[in-house]
């Protein structure tokens, strides 16, 4: 069977979901504010949309044990999949080795990706609670957080990047 781009599949569901469309053809239907809610969980720089919930590298080790080292390897320097620990020099290197200690500018974007795609075979499936542990012991595989620090919607996006500063300001106005 062959899979769909995210791209074609985003298309097929305008097609699908577009109101005229819909009814002229009898597909589809509207979605519903719920339906809307329950996938809008982007997280932004700044980390206001972050849930409740908190988790410690500590905790983070265990979770990370069970649903992440078997892609992301022992200590998060690469399984099958992309390592996750790395310095700012590792950029320096041809090819540039993107990690979240080397390339991510924020912590919060860590939650967000990892709360929305991961684990790659069960994307989604880790409790907030889980995610703010995994994000917390990445965080501390690189450094960056102690092992007993705890993360949550206050202290998350407290945390300073290494590569903060390494991106360029979007200068376009705010819509």
């Known amino acids: 069977m062959r899979k769909l781009s995210s791209g074609a599949c985003m298309a097929l569901i305008g097609l ?95 939650f967000d990706y990892t709360r929305r795609a991961m684990p790659f075979e069960e994307p989604g499936t880790l409790t907030d609670d889980q995610v703010y542990a995994v994000t917390a012991y990445v965080l501390y595989l690189n450094g960056i957080v102690g092992e007993d620090d705890v993360m949550d919607r206050d202290s998350l996006p407290k945390v300073e990047m290494p590569n903060r500063d390494g991106f360029v300001p979007d200068p376009r106005p705010k819509p």
């Open 16 to 110: 699908v979901t577009h109101p005229l469309l819909s009814q002229e053809l009898g597909l589809g239907r509207e979605v519903t504010a719920a339906e809307v809610r329950a996938w809008d969980i982007t997280i932004g720089p700044g980390g206001d949309e972050l849930p409740e919930g908190s988790g410690s590298a500590v905790e983070g080790s265990q979770i990370y044990e069970v649903r992440c080292k078997e892609c992301h390897g022992e200590l998060g320097v690469g399984g099958d999949h992309a390592a996750l620990v790395g310095k700012p020099a590792d950029l320096k290197k041809a090819p540039p080795i993107k990690t979240v200690g080397s390339y991510w500018p924020y912590a919060t974007t860590l």
